[in-house]
């Protein structure tokens, strides 16, 4: 992979890591973003991953535009060295697939919606070749997905289904963007899964809702109170598919403040994952289960 | 000390100069959209000059004092009255208790920026008192203005003076129609026809309606053709679509060809459509001055000329600071 660089302006740095999205190339910018920061440039305002590629905001009165460029092409090469492993935590997000709030959102705006007469699941599991919304349910949540990005607005996180290309989901953003989500719909656009974490306009497919809040800005949930946002780039997502019932209690368990998410550390080796996809797989699994 | 909200505006927010450090989470800079007018107005005012203003848009609010203070008004040419009675913009007057601000219809620009002495004292977050509404975060609870609201006014560090005005030539305010708007091309520039690319150097547009602080919209030029190719993977098919992305500050993405997007202070982070370029760091103040329907062209600049229009617009902020120290 050649990394393409251009300046985004006197104040940006783009770097195309790969025009495709892959975990290589996700794991590239990952790498040479943490690389950045450690590298502590003088100038270096805001360092930030993306899916597959990365953006340097910098000052040009403290660095110049092209010497900052020859340092990421030094870092940029300097990473083809090092091995793809990563430190990090995996995360269990409970979901309510099919929930009663995303399903009114759907309804509402159907006419902006490539199959009018569905739902966002139901299309989603025929255009994957899946025979019913439980398999498609089964195929979403049954392997972890990588946060490849966090951002568009406050602590979305962008997600990568750590499968082979060919069993990922994949499905077409809405025809066009709806004016309303609610807070928290897991939904699904390209090969990209996301949280919304605000409520607002969107375009991705609506599969369903958690209950555990990933956004705060007044800090009150107790998982929140370091940061206001839960998500960085790197972090591993499992989901949990439950019912309406667990969905009420853990909602319960959230606003008396006694909610605790099942968050692990966990180290990822990209050479490894790759040997056997689903043995890796089920090996985070039992890291996030404790056994 | 504080400032009451009697009527709030079109969408008055409290701003400073910005929150950067946490664009990788998708927390943008916010800010004044127009900084130079953030900073002449708190210099007015005696304050330094990044602390917390007002930002009107389009229409001013009204407002009560509960103490006595020194008030300047900048950016956009938005009338103030105090008890009814016309004040000049950019230049600074007495407000005593009990008095209340107001203004009349907007004359010339977008955004104006009131200072008061003290700086408006809401909560610092994240290392900035600014407004970030689509992330309910920061300013006065995180959202626009709203009748009633109370707004906490810090101590005056200093002891403002009435009547200190700031020239016209040091108002750095957009001249000359249409607006020029220097754009270096890059980033998925290459996805566009050379035919393409010359038209959008060249076309006249115009501010959309859809023109607010995350991006602003134009429209009225040629869509833009694209070199044919197979989409990538995760990209989307839509050849306007990239694989999800970081956006730049400036940066000019362009959904399906047709109108140009120019994300601001409280730019979206990051997403899935490709960008032609990006507009320079010192013209971004202009923007955030431009009303629906004025017409703009943008103008290809390189790097080296760039950095010439920065040093240039730091030396209009330097002797600001010397006329008003």
Redesign the interface.
Same mark, same amino acid.
């Given at each position: 992979m050649q990394t393409r660089f251009s300046f985004g302006g006197d104040e940006h740095i783009f770097a195309e890591v790969g025009e495709a999205m892959s975990l290589e190339a996700f794991f590239k910018s990952l790498f040479i973003t943490n690389a950045v920061r450690d590298a502590k440039i003088k100038g270096v305002t805001e360092i930030c991953p993306a899916n597959a590629s990365y953006q340097v905001k910098f000052d040009p009165d403290q660095i110049k535009p092209d010497d900052l460029l020859t340092e990421l092409k030094r870092l940029d090469s300097a990473s083809e060295k090092s091995e793809p492993v990563i430190k990090t935590r995996i995360i269990e997000i409970p979901v309510l697939y099919n929930d009663p709030w995303t399903h009114e959102t759907l309804m509402r705006f159907r006419e902006r919606h490539q199959d009018p007469n569905g739902t966002d699941l139901e299309y989603a599991a025929r255009i994957n070749g899946l025979d019913s919304v439980d398999a498609f349910i089964k195929a979403h949540s049954s392997a972890p997905w990588f946060v490849s990005m966090v951002g568009f607005v406050a602590g979305l996180p962008f997600l990568y289904q750590m499968v082979e290309r060919k069993r990922q989901l994949q499905a077409p953003k809405y025809l066009r963007p709806r004016t309303d989500t609610p807070k928290l719909t897991v939904g699904h656009g390209g090969c990209f899964s996301c949280i919304y974490s605000v409520r607002g306009a969107g375009g991705y497919q609506m599969f369903g809702i958690t209950p555990m809040p990933i956004y705060d800005p007044n800090q009150n949930i107790s998982y929140l109170r370091d940061f206001m946002c839960l998500f960085r780039p790197g972090d591993i997502v499992k989901w949990k598919p439950i019912d309406r019932a667990a969905y009420d209690a853990a909602v319960a368990d959230v606003d008396a403040g006694r909610f605790a998410p099942v968050i692990r550390d966990v180290s990822f080796s990209l050479t490894e994952f790759n040997r056997d996809v689903d043995a890796y797989n089920s090996k985070l699994d039992g890291v996030l289960h404790g056994r | 000390m504080a400032v009451k909200v009697l009527k709030p505006g079109l969408a008055t927010t409290v701003q400073d100069l910005g929150r950067?450090?946490y664009?990788?989470?998708?927390?943008p800079l916010s800010g004044g959209m127009d900084r130079h007018a953030l900073a002449a107005a708190n210099l007015l005012v005696g304050n330094e000059a990044g602390a917390a203003v007002l930002e009107a848009v389009f229409m001013g609010p009204e407002l009560e004092f509960t103490e006595d203070a020194i008030v300047a008004v900048t950016g956009a040419e938005l009338p103030p009255k105090l008890d009814g009675e016309p004040r000049e913009t950019w230049t600074s007057f007495r407000a005593k208790r009990g008095q209340i601000l107001s203004f009349d219809f907007l004359k010339q620009g977008a955004r104006g920026y009131i200072a008061v002495s003290g700086g408006i004292d809401v909560p610092v977050?994240l290392g900035s008192r600014s407004t970030?509404a689509?992330?309910?975060?920061?300013g006065f609870k *995180?959202r626009k203005l709203e009748a009633g609201d109370e707004l906490p006014i810090g101590r005056a560090v200093a002891t403002g003076k009435e009547g200190r005005s700031v020239a016209r030539e040091l108002r750095g305010q957009p001249a000359g129609m249409p607006t020029e708007l220097r754009? $270096?091309p890059?980033?998925y520039?290459h996805r566009i026809t050379e035919a393409a690319g010359n038209g959008f150097f060249s076309d006249t547009w115009k501010v959309a309606p859809e023109a607010d602080r995350i991006g602003y919209r134009f429209k009225g030029g040629k869509p833009l053709e694209f070199v044919p190719r197979e989409p990538?993977?995760?990209? *989307? +098919?839509d050849p306007s679509?990239?694989?999800?992305?970081?956006y730049?500050?400036? +940066?000019i993405q362009v959904p399906g060809g047709t109108e140009p997007i120019v994300l601001h202070r409280d730019a979206? +982070?990051?997403? *899935?459509y490709f $960008?032609v *370029?990006?507009?320079?760091?010192?013209d971004m103040d202009l923007i955030g001055q431009l009303q629906p329907n004025t017409p703009v062209k943008f103008v290809k600049v390189d $790097?080296n000329q760039?950095?010439v229009a920065?040093k240039s617009r +730091?030396e209009l902020l330097g002797r600001l600071h010397s006329a008003l120290a």
């Amino acid at each position: 992979m050649q990394t393409r660089f251009s300046f985004g302006g006197d104040e940006h740095i783009f770097a195309e890591v790969g025009e495709a999205m892959s975990l290589e190339a996700f794991f590239k910018s990952l790498f040479i973003t943490n690389a950045v920061r450690d590298a502590k440039i003088k100038g270096v305002t805001e360092i930030c991953p993306a899916n597959a590629s990365y953006q340097v905001k910098f000052d040009p009165d403290q660095i110049k535009p092209d010497d900052l460029l020859t340092e990421l092409k030094r870092l940029d090469s300097a990473s083809e060295k090092s091995e793809p492993v990563i430190k990090t935590r995996i995360i269990e997000i409970p979901v309510l697939y099919n929930d009663p709030w995303t399903h009114e959102t759907l309804m509402r705006f159907r006419e902006r919606h490539q199959d009018p007469n569905g739902t966002d699941l139901e299309y989603a599991a025929r255009i994957n070749g899946l025979d019913s919304v439980d398999a498609f349910i089964k195929a979403h949540s049954s392997a972890p997905w990588f946060v490849s990005m966090v951002g568009f607005v406050a602590g979305l996180p962008f997600l990568y289904q750590m499968v082979e290309r060919k069993r990922q989901l994949q499905a077409p953003k809405y025809l066009r963007p709806r004016t309303d989500t609610p807070k928290l719909t897991v939904g699904h656009g390209g090969c990209f899964s996301c949280i919304y974490s605000v409520r607002g306009a969107g375009g991705y497919q609506m599969f369903g809702i958690t209950p555990m809040p990933i956004y705060d800005p007044n800090q009150n949930i107790s998982y929140l109170r370091d940061f206001m946002c839960l998500f960085r780039p790197g972090d591993i997502v499992k989901w949990k598919p439950i019912d309406r019932a667990a969905y009420d209690a853990a909602v319960a368990d959230v606003d008396a403040g006694r909610f605790a998410p099942v968050i692990r550390d966990v180290s990822f080796s990209l050479t490894e994952f790759n040997r056997d996809v689903d043995a890796y797989n089920s090996k985070l699994d039992g890291v996030l289960h404790g056994r | 000390m504080a400032v009451k909200v009697l009527k709030p505006g079109l969408a008055t927010t409290v701003q400073d100069l910005g929150r950067p450090g946490y664009y990788h989470i998708g927390i943008p800079l916010s800010g004044g959209m127009d900084r130079h007018a953030l900073a002449a107005a708190n210099l007015l005012v005696g304050n330094e000059a990044g602390a917390a203003v007002l930002e009107a848009v389009f229409m001013g609010p009204e407002l009560e004092f509960t103490e006595d203070a020194i008030v300047a008004v900048t950016g956009a040419e938005l009338p103030p009255k105090l008890d009814g009675e016309p004040r000049e913009t950019w230049t600074s007057f007495r407000a005593k208790r009990g008095q209340i601000l107001s203004f009349d219809f907007l004359k010339q620009g977008a955004r104006g920026y009131i200072a008061v002495s003290g700086g408006i004292d809401v909560p610092v977050v994240l290392g900035s008192r600014s407004t970030y509404a689509l992330g309910a975060l920061g300013g006065f609870k *995180g959202r626009k203005l709203e009748a009633g609201d109370e707004l906490p006014i810090g101590r005056a560090v200093a002891t403002g003076k009435e009547g200190r005005s700031v020239a016209r030539e040091l108002r750095g305010q957009p001249a000359g129609m249409p607006t020029e708007l220097r754009a $270096m091309p890059g980033l998925y520039w290459h996805r566009i026809t050379e035919a393409a690319g010359n038209g959008f150097f060249s076309d006249t547009w115009k501010v959309a309606p859809e023109a607010d602080r995350i991006g602003y919209r134009f429209k009225g030029g040629k869509p833009l053709e694209f070199v044919p190719r197979e989409p990538p993977f995760g990209a *989307g +098919s839509d050849p306007s679509n990239i694989t999800d992305a970081c956006y730049p500050y400036g +940066s000019i993405q362009v959904p399906g060809g047709t109108e140009p997007i120019v994300l601001h202070r409280d730019a979206v +982070s990051g997403g *899935g459509y490709f $960008m032609v *370029g990006t507009v320079i760091a010192a013209d971004m103040d202009l923007i955030g001055q431009l009303q629906p329907n004025t017409p703009v062209k943008f103008v290809k600049v390189d $790097m080296n000329q760039a950095l010439v229009a920065r040093k240039s617009r +730091s030396e209009l902020l330097g002797r600001l600071h010397s006329a008003l120290a």
